[in-house]
């Protein structure tokens, strides 16, 4: 079998997109970034040439706009990628407006041809391509054009990137000519917007398709790979675990078996209040050295969270002070759901986390613009915690806070977790008593009775133990179980 030949790539230096596009764009091709006005466009054209040039190459931004060069470095003056010391040796800015006014797309390449040779252009970016297509007498010249384009590029092994704005056509003629085409959107989703990126065409290459949802920070653009397809293989074979690891509580490590299986996920159910948190607190505290811990939550912040732990008896900020734990924290807001994944891998890899506490599910949930995909999004994402190694306990909040029915905030729970515990509150003799229960453990016994637990300052969490002499508990309101009946004597009772 002869060997296959890998496509040579030029990178585009943007977090996230060479994860997109397999390592970055195929070199000597033409390349569409298209967008409507204010999407980002200039500062992507931007970014790719000025990590190129960082890398040893040149660059060469040819402008088809009215916008001035000193106004858009003005503008790039705010990005942390634009050097000033690059210019304009290693990255050159001209405009092709009055030669494209004046000669027409023949006097345009005329004018790219030269500059290409004499800058030694390695990277060509032609920022305003709907000016020489509007300059066009037919679809047949502008075909020309790109022709010409190409035949450039492969002649002085240069890469071409052409920023349009779409027009709205079928399919422009441009589009069956070129190597590559990503395009920009700017989406509302009721009251929020969200920017995104698709790969529509990358010739002879593989790449992850789909939407990507992406930032403009200081840094300039900064892509989030979609879960579902970055993950969709997970990055470490599947394997399985024999261990278990301590829940933090001894009772409840009990009614597992002896703690939760270790490489598995446990998902807790419960009200608001009852106890969730400070379970999960009880779990991560058992980190170590050997078991480095993770707490990524959305409703406390790290501050809150270390008081919370002393009230209880537990020593987080000695573990965080040791490095044992990480807390990382994330503002309720509008946040996008493949960032907050990324962010939590990047950090598991980082510290090669062991313990991992996600609270709560809510928090994903709520930074979802698409809710059908939700499901999908955190079975890819459970998969890959498993293919790591690392043990999770996440929290779910149901809506009732009394009552006999679980509504669970996701469908498809299964596909999520291995092991699920149940929090509950039951009223009884006018006081409100808590219960937990282990509803599954997969491929192990486990203990199903409900078990009556305390929250109290300076010990935490601990299992009172079975909630005897009452029945109707799970329906919110227990009620005294009756006295057994006597049979009567006499044939009737025989």
Known sequence: MSDVRQIERVPSGVPGLDTILQGGFPKGGIHILQGAPGVGKTTLGNQICYHHVAKGGRALYVTLLSETHARMLLHLGTMTFFDADR????????????????EGLPGLVTLLRREIAARKASVLMLDGLVAAEDRAASDTEFKTFIQEL???????????????????????????????????????????????????????????????PFRITEEGLVVYPRTEAAFRITTQPDRTWSGRLSTGVEGLDAMFGGGFPEGTVTGVLGPSGIGKTTLGLHFVCGSSAAEPGLFFGFYETPARLQQQARTLGLDLAGAVD??????LWQPQGENIEDALAHRLLDAIAERGVKRLFLDGLGGFIESSVEPGRLSRFLAVLVNELRSRGVTALYTMETRDVVGPGIELPVTGVSSLVENLVALRYVEHHRRSRRLVSVVKVRGSS???????????????????????????????FARDRPAADVLPSGPEGQ
């Open 87 to 102: 210019l304009p040796d290693q990255i050159a800015y001209i405009s092709g407006l009055g030669v494209l006014q004046s």
């Open 150 to 212: 190409q035949a450039q590029a492969g002649l002085h092994g240069c890469t071409v990137f052409l920023l349009t704005t779409a027009k709205g056509q079928a399919l422009p003629p441009e589009h069956t000519m070129v190597d590559g085409i990503v395009e920009l959107t700017d989406v509302r989703f009721g009251s929020r917007t969200e920017r995104g990126l698709f790969v529509n065409k990358l010739r002879g290459s593989d790449y992850l398709s789909g939407r990507h």
């Open 322 to 327: 040791r490095g044992d734990v990480d807390i």
């Open 446 to 476: 486990f203990d199903p009775g409900l078990r009556e637990f305390v929250i109290e300052s300076g010990r935490g969490l601990s299992i009172a133990g079975a909630f005897e002499g009452a029945e109707e508990l799970l329906s919110g």
